[in-house]
């Protein structure tokens, strides 16, 4: 949802400028289980024709505006692309040096063409942000929003499978927007950034961590069910699968692709696996009401439904702050190490707001 939080506040393959990719040196061999082919090209498919995937409706906007910012205001954020920048920011500085920025499943690139020029806005130069993706198609759409906003060189293309992916040299920074939960080999991945950023480099996030399949566990389903029957019927119609839902339909995404396919799993291995000097956690109930399938309902110039939105974020987060239910999205700074205390919002530490799956 990261390219989706800042829009909150035809080009070839051959015609992209990809390098070749020394992300794959020391991959494993071609993958030949079906299974995972079968995900691979559908994920493919379903992003290939794609150029906006993450078009959200105004009264996310309204909610994010409200609710989000100024979370992200306690920790020194404006907005997400505010977030990557300022932290990427940080080594530039501290190192005077050239800087290496790596971000894992890149798609177009959109994001990381923003951060590029807020850092060039702020005067911050001498950073190279890798795209890596395994898409060809949003690689070519990447290196072409590179080179219309003058960022050829700054921003660039890099195929690779983040799913094989083994580094063979050292970036100052990895950032995954919004693609970790696109990822089936998480313990792979983690132990590869492990070792890419090195003891002084940083890991940066901002990503879903609730159920697979982007569903919603009992405890927060039961919730959501009950503000459900709230909406008038002419509301309950799901735009993305095309279909009325008299009662909410939990719909698990994982079922095609590598939607959601290990959500659950990304916050404890990360708690496992690197040390945190920035975490903020939020969301949950919230999701469902005001994200594409049934947000685009919901009027933002209506005073029910800011209403009925303000009502159920306030559920949602005296339900979070007193653990009833975990988050469902993070944003966080990473280490390998790090003696500082974690900077968070409120009591949400990241071991806070790890859901175990046993639990049912």
């Given at each position: 949802?990261?390219?989706?939080l800042?829009?909150?506040?035809?080009?070839?393959?051959?015609?992209?400028?990809?390098?070749?990719?020394?992300?794959?040196?020391?991959?494993?061999?071609?993958?030949?289980?079906?299974?995972?082919?079968?995900?691979?090209?559908?994920e493919?498919?379903?992003?290939?024709?794609?150029?906006?995937?993450?078009d959200l409706?105004?009264?996310?906007h309204?909610?994010?505006?409200?609710?989000l910012?100024?979370?992200?205001?306690?920790?020194?954020?404006?907005?997400?692309?505010?977030f990557?920048?300022?932290?990427?920011?940080?080594?530039?500085?501290?190192?005077?040096?050239?800087?290496?920025v790596?971000?894992?499943?890149?798609?177009?690139?959109?994001?990381?063409?923003?951060?590029?020029?807020l850092?060039?806005?702020?005067?911050?130069?001498g950073?190279?942000?890798e795209?890596?993706?395994?898409?060809?198609?949003?690689l070519?759409?990447?290196a072409?929003?590179?080179?219309?906003?003058?960022?050829?060189?700054?921003?660039?293309?890099?195929k690779?499978?983040?799913?094989?992916?083994?580094?063979?040299?050292?970036?100052?920074?990895?950032?995954a927007?919004?693609?970790?939960?696109?990822?089936?080999?998480?313990e792979?991945?983690?132990?590869?950034?492990?070792?890419?950023?090195?003891?002084?480099?940083?890991?940066?996030?901002?990503?879903?961590?609730?159920?697979n399949?982007?569903?919603?566990?009992?405890?927060?389903?039961?919730?959501?069910?009950?503000?459900?029957?709230e909406l008038?019927?002419?509301?309950?119609?799901?735009?993305?699968?095309?279909?009325?839902?008299?009662?909410?339909?939990?719909?698990d995404c994982?079922?095609?692709?590598?939607?959601?396919?290990?959500?659950?799993?990304?916050?404890?291995?990360?708690?496992?696996?690197?040390a945190?000097?920035?975490?903020?956690?939020?969301?949950?109930?919230?999701?469902?009401?005001?994200?594409?399938?049934?947000g685009?309902?919901?009027?933002?110039?209506d005073?029910?439904?800011?209403?009925?939105?303000?009502?159920?974020?306030a559920?949602d987060?005296?339900?979070?702050?007193?653990g009833?239910?975990?988050?469902?999205?993070?944003?966080?700074?990473?280490?390998r190490?790090?003696?500082?205390?974690?900077?968070?919002?409120r009591?949400?530490?990241?071991?806070?707001?790890?859901?175990?799956?046993?639990?049912?």
């Amino acid at each position: 949802m990261w390219s989706r939080l800042q829009r909150w506040f035809g080009i070839s393959a051959e015609a992209a400028s990809v390098r070749p990719s020394q992300a794959n040196v020391g991959a494993a061999e071609v993958v030949t289980d079906p299974d995972y082919e079968a995900r691979i090209a559908a994920e493919i498919q379903t992003f290939a024709d794609q150029v906006n995937v993450h078009d959200l409706p105004e009264i996310f906007h309204y909610w994010s505006n409200k609710y989000l910012r100024p979370m992200m205001e306690s920790l020194g954020y404006s907005y997400p692309e505010d977030f990557y920048a300022k932290e990427i920011a940080r080594p530039r500085q501290a190192l005077a040096r050239p800087i290496r920025v790596l971000s894992l499943g890149a798609g177009n690139g959109d994001a990381e063409v923003r951060v590029a020029s807020l850092l060039r806005e702020r005067g911050v130069d001498g950073v190279t942000i890798e795209c890596m993706d395994i898409n060809p198609a949003m690689l070519a759409r990447c290196a072409e929003h590179a080179r219309e906003n003058g960022l050829e060189g700054v921003v660039v293309p890099l195929k690779g499978d983040f799913n094989r992916w083994w580094p063979q040299e050292s970036w100052d920074v990895v950032m995954a927007n919004q693609s970790l939960h696109h990822v089936l080999e998480l313990e792979h991945l983690f132990d590869a950034v492990h070792e890419a950023i090195g003891t002084t480099g940083t890991f940066l996030t901002c990503d879903m961590i609730g159920r697979n399949g982007h569903q919603r566990w009992p405890e927060a389903l039961s919730e959501v069910q009950r503000f459900w029957q709230e909406l008038p019927e002419a509301k309950r119609y799901n735009l993305q699968l095309k279909r009325h839902e008299h009662e909410f339909m939990d719909w698990d995404c994982s079922v095609e692709g590598f939607e959601g396919v290990r959500a659950q799993d990304i916050l404890p291995l990360l708690v496992q696996r690197f040390a945190f000097d920035t975490f903020l956690g939020w969301g949950n109930l919230i999701d469902i009401f005001i994200d594409r399938s049934f947000g685009h309902h919901l009027d933002h110039t209506d005073p029910w439904a800011l209403d009925f939105v303000d009502r159920i974020h306030a559920r949602d987060e005296e339900g979070l702050l007193a653990g009833l239910w975990k988050p469902t999205h993070i944003l966080a700074v990473m280490r390998r190490e790090h003696a500082e205390p974690v900077r968070c919002w409120r009591h949400l530490t990241p071991g806070y707001c790890v859901r175990d799956p046993a639990a049912r």
